[in-house]
């Protein structure tokens, strides 16, 4: 089995929880670094010499990359687009993530999406401001959630959460990925790989949910042609990263009433800047890239960061393996 001799942590974790990675890690010499804070980068730089095994808080520094014993990193988050590189793959190093550590808040947050847009919660908000009591025609004529159909593009540990929850509302759910393997609560699967089209997923769709990881293949995804086949009265919810649609394509179609909202968690630039359009539009909902944390967050973090050390002993079976698919050279 292969022996971890030298490893570095800047996982932000209590004590009892770093004893107990600790002794997993054993008999390696482990080195805890907080990530942030005056003098952070130094002293990680200084622990990650000769380090084999990296745990990281967040994305990979480039001085943990200049070790010459690297052989494994996990990164303690989802997205990990920024820190896939040829390099690590030429040489060899195994690259994991903690990726559905906070699915069920993630799921929650594109429902309340969801859930705010069909029911005009902005306009509900500036009519609450004006003192106005908003019971025109237009509002009554809106449609709740029931029974409507939401596509998620992207059915991994997010978007297999949001599935479960829109089963609630009696909804039919599509799911898109690479492969149409079925899954718990999706109604229909569709596989990029299986030849599906995209725009046609799109317009039998009420709601459009992106959960989708970003690389080269995902990059623009949505643009001006997927945004027309999509129908009038449907929303655009992005959950994954700001890069998967073509944003002055999507402010031309909320512009042009080409569909009816979208609730945006994340953009290609954050923070957004103040002359975006989005900020002024009655039909976009805007959150910071944040979403509320569960209560047992950080154990399940870590349930990925002691699987994969036990993988790692064991000599393979990671959970999360990041491959070259997930490349961004964009």
């Known amino acids: 089995m292969p022996e971890i001799k030298k490893a570095i942590v800047t996982a932000m974790i209590g004590p009892e929880n ?3 990675l600790r002794a997993s890690l054993a008999p390696a010499e482990v080195t805890f670094c907080m ?14 010499r000769e380090v084999d095994v990296a745990i990281m808080n967040g994305d990979v520094e480039d001085c943990v990359l200049a070790s010459p014993n690297l052989k494994w990193i996990h990164c303690c988050r989802a997205g990990v687009e920024r820190s896939v590189s040829e390099e690590l793959f030429d040489r060899g190093i195994i690259l994991t993530s903690s990726s559905g550590r906070s699915a069920p808040a993630l799921a929650e947050h594109a429902l309340m999406f969801m859930m705010a847009l069909t029911y005009d919660l902005p306009g509900l908000q500036r009519a609450q401001t004006r003192h106005q009591w908003a019971a025109g025609r237009e509002y009554f004529m809106r449609t709740g959630m029931y029974r409507k159909t939401v596509g998620i593009i992207g059915a991994g540990k997010t978007g297999l959460e949001l599935a479960r929850l829109c089963k609630g509302f009696d909804m039919t759910v599509l799911g898109w990925r690479r492969t149409r393997t079925p899954e718990p609560n999706i109604d229909e699967m569709f596989g990029s790989r299986n030849g599906d089209d995209l725009k046609q997923f799109l317009s039998g769709c009420d709601y459009v949910v992106l959960s989708i990881e970003l690389n080269d293949s995902t990059w623009h995804m949505i643009g001006a042609g997927e945004l027309a086949a999509m129908k009038e009265s449907a929303y655009l919810i992005n959950m994954g990263r700001g890069a ?3 944003e002055p394509a999507l402010i031309d179609a909320l512009q042009s ?4 909202g979208a609730g945006l968690d994340t ?5 957004l800047p103040a002359d975006s359009p989005f900020w002024d539009m009655a039909n976009v909902i805007i959150t910071p890239h944040i979403t509320p944390q569960l209560p047992d967050r950080e154990e399940r973090m870590l349930k990925f960061v002691f699987d994969n050390i036990r993988a790692y002993k064991e ?7 990041v491959t070259r698919k997930s490349l961004l050279t964009k």
């Not at 953009?267 to 923070?271: G, H, L, S």
């Open 315 to 321: 000599g393979g079976g990671f959970v999360n393996l």
């Open 35 to 48: 990530p942030y804070g005056p003098g952070a980068k130094e002293k990680i730089a200084e622990a990650s």
């Open 244 to 246: 998967l649609i073509n």
């Open 18 to 20: 770093k004893e107990k």
């Open 267 to 271: 953009f290609e630039t954050e923070p």
């Open 257 to 260: 009433n080409r569909i009816a």
